[in-house]
């Protein structure tokens, strides 16, 4: 099966998702990842103004197969979380992508996306 993997976004081995626009990154995980883990039942994520590091845990995703963490694929500050997975985490399975993603943060070192896997290196690792 192929999965869907935009060229415009940056991967973490991990299956997390970044695409960055004017300095902000919007995060999720992937449309393998969501695949591979079955239907989502609940999201764990941080708060507004909460920092990370780069590779660092920011939340949680349960699913009636497995329970997973989630790392930050950038450093930076959350500015905006998807409030709509709270009530709705199947968004993560609809559209991964889209609606499914998960927060919102200002990149503290744009660098960083550098040192990310391109989509065809994630593709790579997920055939």
């Not at 497995?66 to 985490?89: H, K, R």
């Amino acid at each position: 099966m192929a999965f869907e993997t935009p060229a415009d976004h940056r991967y973490l081995e991990s299956h997390e998702w970044v695409r960055v626009e004017n300095g902000t990154g919007t995060v999720g995980i992937t449309d393998f990842a969501q695949d591979e883990l079955g239907d989502v039942v609940f999201v764990e994520l941080p708060e507004v103004d909460e920092g990370f590091e780069q590779g660092e845990q920011f939340g949680m995703i349960e699913s009636i197969k497995a329970m997973s963490d989630l790392f930050l694929p950038v450093s930076g500050t959350v500015v905006d979380v998807n409030e709509a997975l709270y009530d709705s985490p199947e968004l993560v399975n609809q559209d991964p992508y889209g609606d499914g993603w998960m927060l919102r943060i200002e990149i503290d070192d744009a660098d960083e996306i550098e040192s990310l896997q391109t989509a065809a290196e994630y593709t790579e690792q997920t055939e």
